[in-house]
């Protein structure tokens, strides 16, 4: 168990709809990511928070947003979902952003969009 | 931006051989970072090597960093079927005043029994 809670575990949805998934980091980390993990591909990194300030953005929709909110819990909302949005969408937490960090994923939430 | 690469992107291996996974960096790593995913499950962090040369172990598994730190391999003796899963390599890069990994696409192992 690496501390790192994610809700839903799993979340079936129809195109065109919103939804939230919900990330607690591990107690005393500042430091949230988000990936995203199609079939048999590796981790996309999405967009990372820092004590409750966006602080970095990669390979993230414009239909897609995240916060972190000031008990560190972190949400990542994405809208107007399309098929191709099907995949697994991990959360991670460091304790700050250092470049030695070592990053702690949860269990991760599946994510199928028919 | 930088890129980690990972090769091989499958290894097919019988229950006792060795397996080798490498990785290359476009730029020069402070560290290197490699995580292991087990089927249907998440990335665990493995190890971190720092230093140029740098060579780790872990019962059967030796981690090595390239001289020149950009380069890096994970090497399993005698894999066990509990070896299975994807490798993944990842380098810290700096953006706006923190870090974030970028991951290799990883190394899927399957081991026969």
């Known amino acids: 168990d690496s501390g790192v809670t994610q809700t839903p575990k799993h979340l079936i949805t129809a195109t065109g709809q919103r939804v939230t998934l919900r990330c607690s980091p591990r107690?005393?980390?500042?430091?949230v990511y988000w990936y995203q993990q199609s079939l048999d591909q590796g981790l996309q990194f999405l967009i990372q928070?820092?004590?409750?300030?966006?602080?970095a953005k990669g390979n993230i929709l414009e239909r897609f947003s995240a916060q972190q909110f000031p008990d560190l819990h972190s949400e990542l909302n994405l809208s107007s979902l399309e098929l191709g949005d099907s995949a697994l969408y991990f959360c991670?937490?460091?304790?700050?952003?250092?470049?030695?960090?070592?990053?702690?994923f949860g269990p991760g939430t599946r994510l199928t969009v028919l | 931006g930088q890129q980690v690469m990972q090769i091989p992107q499958y290894q097919h291996v019988q229950e006792g051989e060795d397996f080798t996974t490498y990785c290359n960096s476009s730029?020069?790593?402070?560290?290197i970072q490699w995580y292991k995913q087990r089927p249907g499950g998440h990335p665990v962090f493995l190890i971190q090597?720092?230093?140029?040369?740098e060579v780790k172990k872990q019962k059967r598994l030796t981690f090595q960093f390239g001289e020149a730190k950009k380069n890096s391999s994970l090497h399993i003796t005698a894999t066990q079927t509990t070896d299975v899963g994807t490798y993944f390599c990842?380098?810290?890069?700096?953006?706006?005043?923190?870090?974030?990994?970028?991951f290799g696409k990883g190394t899927k192992l399957s081991v026969i029994p």
């Open positions: 991670a937490s460091s304790v700050i952003a250092g470049s030695t960090d070592t990053q702690y």
């Open positions: 107690s005393g980390d500042l430091s």
């Open positions: 928070y820092y004590n409750g300030e966006e602080r």
């Open positions: 730029t020069t790593l402070s560290n």
């Open positions: 090597l720092v230093k140029s040369g």
């Open positions: 990842a380098g810290p890069y700096s953006g706006a005043g923190s870090y974030q990994l970028t």
